[in-house]
Nanobody
Framework: EVRLVESGGGLVQAGGSLRLSCAAS????????IGWFRQAPGKEREGVSC???????YYADSVKGRFTISSDNAKNTFYLQMNSLKPYDTAVYYC????????????WGQGTQVTGSS
């Protein structure tokens, strides 16, 4: 059974940092692209960052230079380091995994709230 469990969300002042973690089980990162989406109140879910099966990271323009995605294959856990947080980063963040490619994830975590206060 595939499971993704996020942790690390919270309330942080603008300019602060948080690190989200996603503990994965039931699959290996060799075959799955992994990444993060977010959904702000009243808005559609949007892609934030991902790592392809080739190990190449991608970022949405809105987070480039501030967020970093990484993975620890030994722990089957991946991360999203978020620096210089802004109020518009406020959203529920979801980790996700997709077999082979990236676009329509096969599996989702339950979500974790990130709130950037001004």
């Amino acid at each position: 059974e595939v499971r993704l469990v996020e942790s690390g969300g919270g309330l942080v002042q603008a300019g602060g940092s948080l690190r989200l973690s996603c503990a994965a089980s039931g699959f290996t990162f060799d075959d799955y692209a992994i990444g993060w989406f977010r959904q702000a109140p009243g808005k559609e879910r949007e892609g934030v960052s991902c790592i392809t099966t080739d190990g190449i990271p991608y970022y949405a323009d809105s987070v480039k230079g501030r967020f970093t995605i990484s993975s620890d294959n030994a722990k089957n856990t991946f991360y999203l380091q978020m620096n210089s947080l802004k109020p518009y980063d406020t959203a529920v963040y979801y980790c996700a995994a997709e077999f082979g490619g990236w676009g329509t994830p096969d599996y989702w975590g339950q979500g974790t709230q990130v709130t950037g206060s001004s």
